[in-house]
């Protein structure tokens, strides 16, 4: 006879599972019990840092929107790779200031160029540390936008496109050749962010070409013409001198698009996709998590969201750490398997420390 005949489970969810028997509270009792049932966890593992290099010797300059955060010479990266490994931090990402400018961006695919000396060194310092090098022009242009611009010497002949629009093929030619001088410098993971369409095969095609079949590609694969890049563009210089990025970011109104997006990249062979900036967007990280659960997905907590928790610590009004950390769980609860973020140093030093 089965015992449970007059006690079915529907039965026992219906009559005990409601006050008074059923209390959530019993599992908050200890910080022990707290822990044992924790559904998220944070570990400076899941976290990536993100450095700006710049020409000369001797130089670590605030960013002024970014307090904690520096512009760094090359000879100064050695300190800053041991303390973030210290941490258990396992990669970096670097971004570039040039040491000059131009319409195509020289240097941003020159031997000799600021990444290309900053991954070298990196590497010459710790092997182990994971180097990730954002691949896109704004940084190295002297209009400051993220591809080749429809205007003077390298207008497209024949064709109607408004004067200074973003020249989505040409640009790929700069992009690929910038993700193979990267990779001969050392780097261990490109990553383009310039939201080009057939950015990911493009940059495939050119690195396979090349011997470096075997070097992952971390697309931007969602990013949003957002208002939080604010401060970054203080840090690396890279703001356009007129116009916006809307003619190839995303607009920030768009899910559905988010997907397709990400499975363009996909198909075009990225290895790990993004989703840029976090806050605003937990939704889009939720969705893309949940429709392409076989790659890592990493999300970038922006310049924007770090200078805005930083000045309400500031004042006083926000628990720095307290927050900082809420809002990493937060983006980790929402699916995101890793975070490039600004707070990594310091949030690393508060989980050791917990
Ligand atoms: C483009 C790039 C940007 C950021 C990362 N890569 C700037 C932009 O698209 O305008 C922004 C990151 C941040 O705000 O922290 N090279």
């Known amino acids: 006879m089965n015992i449970h005949n007059n006690f079915t489970k529907k039965q026992a969810v ?48 605030e960013i002024s929107s970014m307090p904690g955060v520096f512009n760094l010479s090359p000879d100064m990266l050695a300190e800053e790779i041991h303390s973030i490994a210290e941490l258990d931090i396992p990669a970096v990402v670097l971004f570039g200031i040039p040491a000059t400018k131009d319409p195509i961006g020289l240097e941003n695919f020159s031997e000799d ?36 611009l429809n205007v003077g ?30 990779a001969a410098a050392g780097a261990d993971i490109v990553a383009p962010s310039g939201m080009m369409d057939g950015m990911v095969v493009a940059i495939r095609a050119g ?60 198909a075009e062979g990225a290895d790990m996709l993004m989703v840029k900036p976090a806050l605003a967007y937990l939704d889009v990280i939720r969705a ?18 770090y200078s805005m928790l930083k000045a309400a610590a500031a004042q006083g009004w926000l628990d720095e750490e307290r927050v900082a950390l809420e809002i990493l769980t937060g983006i980790r609860r929402a699916g995101a398997d890793m975070i490039i973020t600004y707070h990594a140093k310091d949030a690393a030093r508060w989980l050791q420390n917990a």
């Open 288 to 305: 893309v998590h949940e429709s392409f659960s076989e790659l890592p997905l990493v999300a970038y907590n922006v310049s924007g969201e």
């Open 207 to 266: 690195l396979d070409s090349v011997g470096y079949e075997h070097l992952p590609i971390l697309s931007y694969s969602t990013k949003y013409a957002s208002g939080f890049y604010g401060p970054f563009r203080e840090a690396a210089q890279g703001a356009p001198k007129s116009g916006d990025r809307r003619s190839h970011q995303m607009d920030p109104a768009n899910i559905r698009e988010a997907l397709r997006e990400t499975a363009l990249d996909v």
């Open 113 to 148: 160029g600021i990444i290309q000396q900053a991954t070298r060194m990196i590497k010459k310092y710790n092997p182990e540390m994971v180097v990730i090098t954002d691949v896109c022009l704004c940084e190295y242009t002297d209009h400051g936008h993220c591809g080749i």
């Open 14 to 61: 219906e009559k005990i599972a409601s006050f008074p028997t059923v209390r959530p509270r019993r599992l908050r009792t200890s910080p022990q019990i707290r822990a044992m049932v924790r559904e998220t966890r944070l570990d400076p593992g899941d976290l990536i840092y993100p450095l700006f290099v710049t020409h000369g010797t001797g130089v670590k300059t």
């Open 153 to 182: 010497e390298h207008k497209r002949p024949n064709v109607h496109l408004p004067e200074g629009y973003v020249l989505n093929d040409e640009t790929l030619e700069i992009l690929t050749k910038v993700a193979i001088s990267h």
